[in-house]
C-alpha cells in the first residue's frame, strides 16, 4: 500500500521489482519442471554474505522420500576458494548445487553460508548471492538482452557486451537481425545447447554475485570454445567462491580441492596431485579420460 504514496515516478521501480521477482519464481520453476516446494519460514532473516563460505553439514537429501541420493555429506568451501565436483553420472552432483540455490530442502544435516543456515533465510536474498549456470539452461521467452540483464538489471550496454564477449557469445547474437533485441526462448529464436550455455555465462559474469556454481557448464560446447571459456571461468571464479562439476577432469585439476562423489557420498577429497597419489576412483577417471583424447 505504501506505493499509493509516492509520486508516479517511483512506481515505475516497484514495478521493475516485482516483475524480477516474479521472472525470478518463474525462472526457478521452469528450470525444475517441479512444483515450488521451499517456502521462506516466516521469520526469514536476510542472508548476510561476509566472506562466501559454504558448508555443508551431514546432508541427507531425497526427492522421493523412499529413495535417498546423498548420504551424510559434508564439506566445505572456504571463501574465495574453487572447489571442483567430480563423479560418475548420477552420482548426485547438480543435486549439491539444486542444494545451496535451495530449490530444495535437505533432509537431514545443514547448509550453511558464512555460517547462517540457508533454510532460516529469505530466498531472495539467497538466490542474489549466487549465480548459476545450470547442466540445462532455460531462456526466458524475451529478449537476448533481457535475458542477459536479468539478474542485474542496472547493467549498462558496455557492460552487457564485455560480458558477452567474455562468454563467447557476442559475435553470435550481433550477427542475427534483430542483435540484441532478437526474441529467443521457446516462443522466439531457438538456442542450441552451447548457446545457452555461453548465454547463462555470460548472465552470470553479469551478475558479480559472491559464490558460483558452474554445473557441467561447459558441457555443450565444441573443445575449442569450451578451451576459450574454461579460461575465462577461471578468471571469473578467482574473485569468488566458487563450485564447479565437471565432466572434464583436464579442466579442474587447478582447483583448490577436489570433491568425489559416489552414489551420493564423499568418497574422496583432495587436490589433484593427492587425489592421483590415492590411486582410488579419481585416479581411475583419470586415466580412461587421458585414453579418451
Ligand atoms: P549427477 O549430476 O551427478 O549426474 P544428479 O544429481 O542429477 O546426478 O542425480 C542424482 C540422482 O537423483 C539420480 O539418480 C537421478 O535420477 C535422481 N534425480 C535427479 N533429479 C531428480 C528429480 N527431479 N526427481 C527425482 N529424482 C531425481
Ligand atoms: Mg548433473
Known amino acids: 500500500m505504501l506505493q499509493l504514496f509516492l509520486p508516479l515516478g517511483s512506481l515505475g521501480i516497484v514495478y521493475r521489482q516485482v516483475k524480477y521477482t516474479l521472472a525470478d519464481m518463474d525462472m526457478v520453476f521452469r528450470l525444475l519442471e517441479t512444483p515450488q516446494e521451499v517456502r521462506d519460514a516466516p521469520n526469514a532473516t536476510e542472508l548476510q554474505v561476509t566472506q562466501g563460505e559454504i558448508r555443508f553439514e551431514h546432508v541427507d537429501f531425497g526427492y522421493q522420500a523412499e529413495r ?11 571463501a574465495g576458494t574453487k572447489l571442483a565436483v567430480v563423479g ?47 547442466q540445462d539452461t532455460v531462456l526466458f521467452n524475451d529478449t537476448i538482452r533481457y535475458n542477459l540483464q536479468y539478474g542485474n538489471a542496472q547493467a549498462t550496454q558496455a557492460e552487457i557486451e564485455r560480458a558477452a564477449d567474455m562468454a563467447q557469445i557476442r559475435r553470435f547474437i550481433e550477427s542475427l537481425p534483430d ?29 558479480q554475485p559472491p559464490i558460483l556454481i558452474f554445473d557441467e557448464a561447459t ?75
Open 219 to 293: 558441457s555443450s560446447l565444441d573443445s575449442a570454445t569450451e578451451q576459450a571459456i574454461q579460461q575465462t571461468l577461471h578468471e571469473v571464479a578467482g574473485r569468488h567462491t566458487t563450485l564447479m562439476i565437471a565432466h572434464r577432469l583436464s579442466t579442474i585439476v587447478d582447483a583448490d580441492r577436489i570433491l568425489v562423489l559416489d552414489k551420493g557420498q564423499v568418497v574422496e577429497q583432495g587436490t589433484h596431485a593427492e587425489l592421483l597419489a590415492l590411486h582410488g576412483q579419481y585416479f581411475a577417471m583419470w586415466e580412461l579420460q587421458l585414453h579418451e583424447s
Open 68 to 78: 535417498q541420493i546423498l548420504r551424510g555429506v559434508s564439506f566445505s568451501v572456504p
Open 88 to 134: 560418475h553420472s548420477g552420482a548426485g552432483k547438480s543435486t549439491l548445487s539444486r542444494l545451496i540455490y535451495r530449490f530444495y530442502d535437505v533432509t537431514g544435516g545443514r547448509v550453511l553460508i558464512d555460517g547462517q543456515d540457508i533454510a532460516h533465510v529469505s530466498q531472495a536474498s539467497l538466490r542474489k548471492a549466487i549465480g548459476i549456470v545450470p
Open 179 to 207: 542483435g540484441w533485441e532478437t526474441v529467443v526462448g521457446e516462443r522466439g529464436l531457438k538456442l542450441s545447447g552451447g548457446e545457452k550455455q555461453r548465454v547463462a555465462i555470460a548472465r552470470a559474469i553479469l551478475k
